[in-house]
């Protein structure tokens, strides 16, 4: 199980991660936004690609979920903290880390 401290933590020890307010929750941002954080504390959106996100909910469901509407489409995907261990967070934050640190369009 990981908590919001968690994700905060570990966002901000990604090599130039901010955390900004984003309407009702808190964006941690590099380059570009990779991650929200609602505002309970109970879940996390990650950029990933299509890809990234149709193995993850197929691998771990009670975990991952697509977003439903056209922003999951695209990628973002909801983590449920209370599924995910402090490993698996860290692995995934990482992995959006990077598609926020990439130039948009690369």
Same mark, same amino acid.
């Given at each position: 199980?990981?908590?919001?401290?968690?994700?905060? &933590?570990?966002?901000?020890?990604?090599?130039?991660?901010?955390?900004?307010?984003?309407?009702?929750?808190?964006?941690?941002?590099?380059?570009?936004?990779?991650?929200?954080?609602?505002?309970?504390? &109970?879940?996390?959106?990650?950029?990933?690609?299509?890809?990234?996100?149709?193995?993850?909910?197929?691998?771990?469901?009670?975990?991952?979920?697509?977003?439903?509407?056209? $922003?999951?489409?695209?990628? $973002?995907?909801?983590?449920?903290?209370?599924?995910?261990?402090?490993?698996?967070?860290?692995?995934?934050?990482?992995?959006? $880390?990077?598609?926020?640190?990439?130039?948009?369009?690369?």
């Amino acid at each position: 199980m990981a908590t919001a401290t968690d994700v905060r &933590k570990l966002a901000l020890g990604l090599e130039g991660t901010t955390e900004h307010p984003h309407f009702d929750r808190a964006a941690f941002k590099v380059r570009r936004i990779y991650a929200t954080l609602a505002a309970d504390g &109970k879940s996390l959106n990650l950029k990933l690609t299509p890809e990234e996100q149709e193995f993850k909910t197929m691998m771990a469901p009670e975990v991952f979920s697509q977003i439903p509407n056209a $922003w999951g489409r695209q990628g $973002w995907t909801s983590v449920d903290l209370k599924a995910i261990g402090k490993a698996e967070l860290a692995a995934a934050l990482s992995l959006a $880390w990077e598609h926020g640190r990439a130039k948009a369009g690369k």
